[in-house]
């Protein structure tokens, strides 16, 4: 049966198969998951591998981009908005994207995150947030739960979790959005929306870390936390009509911000274009 | 509008000239983040890159600002930052990751006090090792010492070259004082000095890999965007450029970083000496010390002492085989420096046993006065 058109054939296209495989990760990790999605995303706004360039930091998720077959750069800790950012403005004919996570993206590199998000650069962000440092064994990260555990919160973590999306449309982001590794097809959507967008785009996915996050804090296996991840997503646009009652322990998914602002680079581009007419002149 | 492209004698500042010879070198991209007293190459980037079609862009601090520095140089771009010693310690990460990723860019350091936020105002050279240690891991520097305005210039075009001939970070180390002091500079028609860029590949896309191990070591680079499709990482990788666990890819790898510049030293060592054939003392001083060094030479030989003068202007590679000549006769050696003694280990490490080695420091924020050295050279004589 031909099946050309099947998702996972997509996919397989872009991957560096002979090159990378098996990966790193473990097995009913959600992180494989967004980037089947960011793939599709990808084919789907119709940009050739030559143009994208994926760049991460350090972490799980930040091992994203070496399994694919377009540019890749793979920073330092938390530093992939600041290298994305001179890839970016270097050369704006290039469609940038950073694949961070909780706590490459929110902790070490929290700085960058909002400064990119507050210059409006043009670069689609996809915060794989899985609620803990999975590479060095299960910290807590800034977006644990407080009152969850994590090896290094063996009594429970007395901090408050940041909400990326808040943040970055309080930074300047122009389009915000989240999804979860459960909510497939909304999660090709999202990236789509955010590559399509001229602006700075974080998409939020929620996914799960079963190996350390399930574990110390029982809340099971991949599967069991891919049930958690149903029951608790809530789209954005059903939330407004819902009692407050209906929203506890519930988060919004979908597209949550979403507007027209200056993008960073092509202001700069005007500066340019003015001294070179002043030339021509 | 002061370009490159008119062939100017002009009154300017190190500083000045440093942006000037950027812009001559063919730079295009500057991050950076202000710091005391490396600002004015900041703010004469901000002016005239836009006029060249080039971008400058004002990061959120140091670390962010070599790594946009690293990301627009994969784009093929000639890149660089400016900075003082507190923003020289933070960006060594990401230098680290140049060296590793073999990413061409130019950072230019103009030294004041330290450590910490010590002096930002006032003079030092205590950054010398930090320029060849300054990062984790065994890799291999290029680092240049000007001594004067003109040379700010010169040795910020030969920095680009060192770049982009070598595929590695290059360490342009001024100070405070050649940073704001103002002398006359010529500057160059295009084509006067050589600019060289980076080795491009001649090869299909599939044949080509990012650290391939040539004659030279140093590998061809594409541009991202180009077709050819690389992967960039901080960990330690093959030629194809993904990570490696294989001693052997290991041992590779790290010998490609070191033997691409020891091999070829020659190409980057620049050294001035004066008056060392008759020389029993010699004075041993790179950039702002070196200009009270030469004077207090001059001193010693008005009354007849043999005192003669070597300056490296390259400082690493530490210029190991030409000292160990041209020292070979010479009984005294007076290291002068503004820190408390740095590049006299590398002077004791290369000298004769029969050279007795002598330092002339001063590191209390202020230059050092040819009186002093020349006192000094009364002393040991």
Known sequence: MPSTNQPSDVTH???????????????????????????????AVGYSRDEVVLVSGIGCSSRLPVYCDFNTLHTTHGRALAFATGVKLAKQSLKVMVITGDGDGLAIGGNHFIHACRRNIDITTVLINNQIYGMTGGQFSPTTPRGAYASTAPYGNDEKAFDPTALAKAAGASYVARGTVYHVQQMDKLIIGGLRKKGFALIEVISNCHTYYGRLNKEGDAVAMLEVMKKRALPAKAAGSLPPEKLKDKFLTGVLWDVEMPEYCEEYQKLIDGFKKEKEE | MTGMATSTRKLMQGNEACVQGALYAGCRFFGG????????????????????????????????SIAAVIGASLTGVKAMTATSGPGFSLMQENIGYAYMAEVPCVIINVQRGGPSTGLPTKVAQADTMQARYGTHGDYYAIAVAPASVRECFEQTVKAFNYAERFRTPVIVLTDEVIGHMREMVTIPEPGELEVIARPKPDMPPEWYQHFEITPTLVSPMAAMGEGYRYHTTGLTHDQAGFPTAVPEEIRQKLDKLKYKIVRFADELIQLDAEMMDDAGICLFAYGISARAARQAMYMAREKRIRVGMIRPITIWPFPDEKLREMLEHVRRVVVVELNQGQLIHEIERVAPRTCKIINQTRYDGEIINPVEIYKRILEVK
């Not at chain 1, 990966?23 to 980037?35: E, K, L, S």
């Not at chain 2, 002016?47 to 140091?62: K, T």
């Open chain 2, 33 to 64: 983040y202000p710091i005391t007293p490396s600002t004015e190459i900041a703010e004469g980037l901000a002016r005239q890159l836009p006029r060249y079609g080039g971008h400058f862009i004002q990061m959120e601090d140091e670390i962010a």
């Open chain 1, 13 to 43: 296209q872009y991957l560096r198969v002979k090159k990378k495989f098996p990966n790193v990760w473990c097995a009913g990790c959600g992180i494989g998951v967004v980037m089947g999605s960011i793939i599709r995303a990808v084919d």
